[in-house]
């Protein structure tokens, strides 16, 4: 939660991250349009709010499996969810207060599918492991 509170920060705002991200696009695919450049800045953008999220979902189910033996418990997931989907909503209050950041709920919505992801992978995972 730290690095992502790291991440809403002015120096990982996207006239920071354009600053190298759109200077690598422009080298490696030099026939890009600026519009296609832009957008394909956003899409790594939004993929790492995804990336992010579903790491700290793995991470909060882990919390809250603690030392137990079973390996998969419905409650567990749940509040790996509820967690996520509140810290995202959290996170987006405080990029309110952040001058070059700004709030979103679709990037919160964004942040939230992310962790979800990772209780749908969690849950695969668990009921395809056991054949």
């Not at 957008?39 to 499996?65: D, M, N, P, W």
């Not at 405080?94 to 962790?115: C, P």
């Amino acid at each position: 939660m730290g690095v992502i509170f790291g991440l809403s920060t002015d120096m990982f705002s996207s006239d920071h991250t354009s600053r190298f991200i759109v200077p690598l696009l422009n080298f490696f695919f030099p026939f890009l349009s600026t519009q296609n450049v832009e957008l394909i800045h956003e899409l790594i953008r939004k993929s790492a709010h995804v990336t992010e999220y579903f790491i700290l979902g793995l991470l909060l189910f882990r919390a809250f499996r603690g030392h137990s033996y079973q390996e998969w418990h419905l409650e567990w997931t749940l509040y790996a969810a509820i967690v996520v989907m509140l810290y995202a909503m959290c996170d987006e209050f405080h990029q309110s207060f952040v001058a070059s950041r700004g709030a979103s709920l679709g990037d919160a919505a964004i942040d939230t599918a992310g962790g979800v992801f990772s209780q749908i992978v969690i849950i695969f995972r668990h009921f395809l492991w056991k054949r």
